[in-house]
């Protein structure tokens, strides 16, 4: 699987962004896409995820009530749409992806087993 993110870019304090992510190859059943977000020195952060298979999906703290993530399923994408973007937001975002995801690592980045190239988001005036 390989997956090419876009979408990132600056933007003002309370202004929206939205990412995208292409996954192209084999998906299962439990094909998981998520959005994860990493600042220079800090550890890697998830942002939310959702899996093909029965359409569960999740979120951080940070990210809920702000940020939506949804899918083409016939496209293998995933998006996220992040509204009400605060400077602390900041970070290059990233998506990944796996074909074997249980619900309970989705949050997980180490259970993710393909990373696309990162998206830089600045939220700034």
């Known amino acids: 699987v390989q997956l090419q993110a876009s979408g990132g870019g600056l933007v003002q304090p309370g202004g929206s962004l939205r990412l995208s992510c292409a996954a192209s190859g084999q998906t299962s059943y439990r094909f998981t896409m998520g959005w994860f977000r990493q600042v220079p020195g800090k550890e890697r952060e998830f942002v939310a995820a959702?899996?093909?298979?029965?359409?569960?999906?999740i979120y951080a703290d940070s990210a809920k009530g702000r940020f939506t993530i949804s899918r083409d399923n016939a496209k293998k994408t995933v998006y996220l749409q992040m509204n009400s973007l605060k400077p602390e937001d900041t970070a290059v975002y990233y998506c990944?992806?796996?074909?074997?995801?249980?619900?309970?690592?989705?949050?997980?980045?180490?259970?993710?087993?393909?990373w696309g190239q990162g998206t830089l988001v600045t939220v700034s005036s």
């Open positions: 990944a992806a796996d074909n074997t995801m249980i619900l309970s690592s989705m949050s997980i980045g180490s259970a993710y087993d393909y």
């Open positions: 959702t899996r093909w298979g029965g359409g569960s999906t």
